[in-house]
């Protein structure tokens, strides 16, 4: 691997016009690149520290400015001239320099935009495109395309709170090409704005992630409503195309209760619940079904309904090896929703992976709800052979530019989209 010649870093807005890093790295071989970073809104609290500035009188304490001065300033002077080995030699560098578990010293914001331009620059150097250069990485020789699973209708932190539940996601389970997915996801987006405008009346109003969040009485009217949509765009619930909720249930426990739908369920109240509705939905995966600090509880979620569905953890896990570990140990998932900045760097993402696949988990690889216009999160998740992508919506530039990348992989690659069920 060449030298680190040197880092430049800025602050930049992200899809919700909050600032976020954009970081940039040139090697003395002449390769030169950029990284942006995403931000969450509906946040695990086990994630590594996104350093913001805190100054109320400029965006309300979320500017960036300290982060980027730490790419700028400490980070640069640790890394320049410096010859790394691989990413892990370059990721370990900036882990030992901030000193902290969860980053807390330069910010996880920081440290993953050098880590992700660090890893372009290289791919530039050995003119490779961006996704085999991170199989490398994570050592895999997989080709596949992962399964689409795209936003349909929002609620909890990303939209107006109207239902609990964060996402219902639209999975074309039929579909062999990422081409042939967007198209039929496209025609069930278009039906269910139609429906909601039918039936509430609203015009397509959009949350975070580009998903319609007119006002559903209940999180099982938006169930019954996504079905209603995909038949009415002429395709049949489960077969063509299924349905995967996130319930981001963190958002709504409190001393062991869920304030779910105006009323108020035990652990093992949800899990019936929710194993209900895969009785009568079409749905093939549920994420954080309970807390993040509802340990004791998940291992009979996953008994429930783990032979039917994919048991993800998004909050519940934050991409955090130590977590996973101690949730493959007690049996409480089946997959593993994996954001790199809920950890902070490429490699150690790349390490929560290998310890999900160990265990023969499924992988989604998933973006965040404030996105950038960055496209790296397309060839991560083809480079790591993720099972499942989750972007957002068919709409938003910050989510296309993941989408048409992936087009883009495909029509060089022709490789398949991952079969469902594997
Ligand atoms: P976030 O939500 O990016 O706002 O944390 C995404 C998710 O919960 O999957
Ligand atoms: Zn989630």
């Known amino acids: 691997m060449p030298t680190l010649k040197s880092l430049n870093a800025m602050e ?100 993953l935009a050098v880590s992700i331009a660090f890893a372009r620059a290289c791919a ?36 107006g709170g109207q239902v609990c539940i964060q996402d219902v996601l639209l999975v074309p389970v039929s579909a062999n090409t990422i081409n042939q997915g967007l198209a039929m996801v496209w025609a069930v987006y278009q039906s269910a704005a139609e429906l909601c405008l039918r039936k509430y009346n609203t015009r397509a109003l959009k949350a975070d992630e580009g998903g319609l969040a007119p006002p559903f009485a209940s999180t099982e009217d938006m169930l019954k409503d996504a079905v209603e949509a995909i038949t009415a765009a002429g395709f049949r619930p489960g077969q063509d195309v299924a349905l995967a909720v996130d319930v981001a249930s963190s958002h709504f426990y409190e001393n062991g209760i869920y304030q779910f739908d105006g009323q108020r369920y035990s652990s093992s109240q949800m899990i019936d619940l929710i194993a209900g509705w895969i009785n009568r939905y079409p749905l093939v995966s549920v994420e954080d079904a309970l807390s993040e600090d509802d340990w004791a509880n998940w291992p009979a979620l996953r008994r429930a309904i783990g032979e039917k569905a994919m048991v993800l953890g998004d909050d519940f896990l934050c991409t955090n090896p130590a977590r996973i570990g101690r949730a493959i140990e007690s049996q409480c998932a089946n997959a593993l929703l994996l954001k790199v900045n809920q950890i902070g760097t490429l490699s150690e993402a790349a390490e929560a992976l290998r310890l999900a696949r160990s265990a023969g988990w499924r992988i989604t690889i998933s973006a965040r709800s404030g996105e950038t216009e960055d496209n790296w999160l397309a060839d991560l998740s083809v480079g790591w052979g993720g099972d499942q992508i989750k972007v957002g919506s068919i709409n938003q530039s910050e989510r296309l530019a993941k989408y048409n990348r992936l087009l883009q992989i495909e029509s060089q690659t022709h490789w398949p989209v991952i079969n469902w069920p594997k």
């Open 12 to 111: 930049i807005l992200d899809s919700r016009g909050r600032p976020t890093v954009w970081a940039q790295c040139t090697l003395d071989d002449g390769a030169i690149a950029d990284a942006s970073v995403p931000s969450g809104a509906s946040t695990g609290s086990a994630e590594a520290l996104e350093l913001r500035d805190g100054d109320r009188n400029r965006y309300r304490g979320l500017g960036c400015t300290k982060a980027v001065a730490n790419i700028i300033g400490p980070i640069q002077q640790h890394l320049r001239g410096r010859d790394f080995t691989d990413q892990q030699s370059l990721d370990h560098a900036m882990l030992e320099l901030d000193g902290t578990t969860n980053k807390s010293n330069l910010g996880a914001n920081a440290l």
């Open 124 to 159: 530039a150097s050995r003119t490779l495109p961006l996704y085999k250069h991170l199989a490398d990485i994570a050592g895999h020789n997989g080709q596949t395309l992962p399964r689409l699973t795209v936003n349909l209708f929002s609620g909890g932190k990303h939209a």
